[in-house]
């Protein structure tokens, strides 16, 4: 008989409503594009666009998106890549490129 691990359950963070942050994951990219366009629509001059590994094409996709169909005077302001070490399920820790693209009006 196999014995059954319990999973420790992870605590999420309540996000922040001020929180101007677009996290891309695996959604289509319009739904990213809508996202960042609302919250430009409502006011805030500035936006972020996070995404890590493969999502990375997916947000420089978006960032143009925004840029060239929505809001042509949107600027690129900062654009940092990183390494980010998260730990996988088999216990090791698996280094994972980032970007992070902010966006002014």
């Known amino acids: 008989m196999e014995e059954e691990t319990e999973v420790p359950e ?5 996000r922040d409503p001020n929180d ?3 996290y891309v994951g695996k959604k289509n990219v319009m739904s990213y594009v809508l996202a960042v366009v ?3 629509n409502q006011g805030l001059p ?3 666009i996070k995404a890590r590994g493969k999502a990375i094409s997916r947000a420089v996709d978006i960032t143009q998106i925004v840029k060239n169909r929505f809001i042509n005077t949107l600027k690129v302001s900062d654009v940092v890549f990183s ?3 998260l ?3 088999d216990g090791t820790i698996s ?3 980032s ?5 002014t009006k």
């Not at 992870?10 to 309540?14: F, S």
């Not at 970007?99 to 966006?103: F, R």
């Open 20 to 22: 101007k942050t677009v």
């Open 87 to 89: 730990p996988s399920e």
């Open 99 to 103: 970007i992070h693209l902010t966006l």
């Open 38 to 40: 609302t919250q430009f």
């Open 83 to 85: 390494t980010e070490e």
């Open 95 to 97: 280094k994972v490129s």
């Open 46 to 48: 500035e936006v972020k």
């Open 10 to 14: 992870v605590q999420e963070k309540p």
